[in-house]
């Protein structure tokens, strides 16, 4: 039986392959309505009853009909968040109208003090714990409904991951023998917290900064894997 897998064959890798599915008509016209519908095509594939995404792939290869009702499958899906997003902001801005709506209370002047208590190093609770500011919830929506206020935030998130990478650097300095101990769980929960904030910048070597992806050649006829597989990690 011919098997699809991106992995070099192993007997321990024998749960983890599955058997190369054969094209039908049905087969693609169900995949491409379910893209259609907003799947990805990960998600699709994800089943064992389901062939692989690189199988799929060499399907479109070789077919282009199956590759353009593919491609327009994609394009009306994208088209439909679109739209929905659209739809979405249409009805917050027909709500916030209303007489009886909650009216949107962001300013600059809120939005602006909110980053630079956030890029001064407080966490979003201990900015919505102060009686001057919002809840979280409403700092949420603000993000949501105002793009400038949310790039703002962006870069307020970095100066904080600034700020925290200093803190662990002077955490490190001030530890001796007794403190060690507490010293490295500080510092390596500030690293978390710096990477999570800036990953291209703090992301410790060898963490999961870019997405890895194993490339491999796959014969059309009988799907069988040709040669060993490369990895791209992204760099």
């Not at 190369?20 to 693609?28: I, R, W």
């Not at 990960?42 to 792939?57: E, F, N, Q, S, W």
């Not at 590759?67 to 009805?91: P, S």
Request: aromatic share 8%; hydrophobic share 40%; glycine share 8%.
């Amino acid at each position: 039986m011919t098997l699809e897998t991106g992995q070099p064959s192993s007997s321990g890798d024998h749960a983890r392959r599955r058997a190369v599915t054969p094209y039908s008509a049905e087969l693609g016209a169900d995949i491409c309505r379910r893209i259609e519908a907003g799947e990805s095509l990960r998600a699709i594939c994800k089943p064992r009853d389901m062939p692989g995404a690189a199988t799929v792939h060499r399907w479109a290869g070789l077919r282009p009909e199956f590759a353009e009702a593919m491609r327009k499958a994609r394009l009306k899906a994208r088209h439909d968040r679109v739209g929905a997003h659209r739809d979405r902001r249409r009805d917050r801005a027909w709500r916030r109208g209303r007489p009886w709506a909650r009216p949107d209370a962001y300013s600059l002047a809120a939005g602006e003090e909110i980053c630079r208590r956030i890029a001064g190093g407080q966490s979003m609770l201990a900015v919505c714990a102060a009686p001057d500011m919002p809840v979280a919830a409403t700092v949420y929506e603000w993000l949501r409904n105002h793009p400038d206020f949310a790039e703002q935030y962006v870069e307020a998130r970095e100066a904080q991951a600034e700020l925290m990478a200093d803190l662990a650097w002077e955490i490190a300095l001030r530890a001796d023998r007794e403190s060690a101990p507490v010293a490295r769980l500080q510092f390596d929960v500030i690293r978390w917290r710096a990477a999570r904030l800036a990953p291209k910048a703090y992301m410790a070597e060898g963490g999961r900064r870019r997405p890895v992806m194993q490339v491999f050649i796959q014969r059309f006829g009988d799907g069988e894997i040709i040669g060993e597989p490369v990895t791209y990690n992204g760099d």
